[in-house]
């Protein structure tokens, strides 16, 4: 019974997101829809546009995990957590766009570090549902996560650094190229520590999406930003190379 609930919860969830991502795109809710860029200028660390087009592929995953959840009707206690969080997030998200399109950025970022969490906590309970062997859809279940969890990761650099570019903050007088220059290896250095957490090979994927745009977008104005994104896409290439054939980490106690 809770895990129909919980599938029921994640299914309205996610229809609140898709009616919240309509408006906004729309211009309905601010005057910053989706996808048409912010009312300020955008700090270095964003990357070229194409590389939002992930999130498609994050959306579909998005739509399809719960109702496979509802055709499988499983009531292990994991997946009835991942449900609720799933639904939490789902909210977050919808929410998200809004304070974006309305250019409430202090309130995006604590929203982004919000959905975060929860993906940190979806993601350790996956590991502790492959770990007891119970069944797992690789493609409807798993994939979507490894992917959204590796974009919300940059992504919430990316929101903190928007945040201050539109507040206005002066850096401590350092310039925006420096700036974003310390952000390359502290973003890279996050994502190694959680790749490393996981094995994830998707999340890596991701990584190296995300780092290539950033490199096209900047490297012939800006050489030094170019130069530290391919250095990170060579860096999670190795990461994935050496990593081929092998499962992932099945560490993180419940």
Do not use: C
Request: charged share 10%.
């Amino acid at each position: 019974m809770d895990g129909r609930k919980s599938t029921i919860a994640a299914i309205a969830s996610m229809i609140v997101m898709i009616i919240l991502y309509a408006l906004t795109a729309l211009g309905y809710m601010g005057d910053n829809p989706v996808g048409r860029g912010g009312n300020y200028e955008e700090p270095l660390i964003v990357p070229a546009g194409y590389a939002f087009s992930i999130w498609s592929i994050i959306y579909l995953g998005l739509i399809v995990f719960p109702f496979y959840q509802w055709y499988k009707k499983s009531d292990h206690p994991s997946w009835t957590r991942i449900k609720w969080l799933y639904s939490i997030n789902v909210i977050l998200n919808g929410l998200w766009l809004v304070a974006a399109s309305y250019d409430y950025l202090v309130i995006s970022v604590g929203i982004i570090i919000s959905m975060l969490a929860t993906l940190y906590m979806i993601n350790k309970a996956l590991i502790s549902i492959e770990r007891e062997g119970a069944p797992i859809n690789y493609w409807l279940e798993r994939l979507v996560f490894s992917l959204y969890f590796a974009w919300i990761t940059l992504a919430t650099v990316l929101n903190v650094s928007s945040a201050l570019t539109f507040y206005q903050w002066d850096g401590f007088g350092i310039s925006d190229v420096t700036w974003t220059s310390i952000m390359i290896p502290v973003a890279a250095l996050v994502a190694s520590l959680v790749f490393f957490t996981y094995r994830d090979k998707a999340y890596a994927s991701v990584v190296v999406w995300a780092f290539v745009a950033l490199a096209v977008k900047h490297f012939e104005q800006y050489p030094i930003i170019g130069y530290l994104a391919i250095g990170v896409v060579v860096l999670f290439a190795v990461y994935i190379l050496t990593h081929l054939g092998k499962g992932r980490a099945k560490v993180l106690s419940s």
